[in-house]
């Protein structure tokens, strides 16, 4: 059982930056699949960008790519989600996920985060204002 938690949300100006950080309570091995998803009241969640453990693979939404960058951190057991030029419509609950590497290879092929990771953390709101 992974369980995930997330930090660093805030409240940020237009064109502002923010880290989030998920720390995860088991050891994320090299096959696994890390995610960060984001959700408005109301919609479902977006996937905004994940990761695959084992190699440089990785998955961005067109609305984020070119501002957030994802990494982690093996030897500290980390996820980060590093967000910079922040606009209003980021405004959302962002949550740290984790699946099976496979995940990754899902992902590229549909060009999608499919839904059912079996791990989430609690969230944590980013609020950017204009």
């Known amino acids: 059982q992974v369980q995930l938690v997330e930090s660093g949300g805030g409240s940020v100006q237009a064109g502002g930056s923010l880290r989030l950080s998920c720390a995860a309570s088991a050891y994320i091995d090299s096959n696994y699949c890390m995610g960060w998803f984001r959700q408005v009241p109301g919609k479902a969640h977006e996937g905004v960008a994940a990761i695959y453990t084992g190699g440089s693979s990785t998955y961005y939404a067109d609305s984020v790519k070119g501002r957030f960058t994802i990494s982690r951190d093996m030897a500290k057991n980390t996820l980060y989600l590093q967000m910079n030029n922040l606009k209003p419509e980021d405004t959302a609950m962002y949550y740290c996920?984790?699946?099976?590497?496979?995940?990754?290879?899902?992902?590229?092929?549909?060009?999608?985060?499919?839904?059912?990771?079996?791990?989430w953390g609690q969230g944590t709101q980013v609020t950017v204002s204009s």
């Open positions: 996920a984790a699946d099976i590497g496979q995940r990754m290879t899902a992902i590229q092929r549909l060009g999608v985060m499919t839904p059912g990771w079996p791990y």
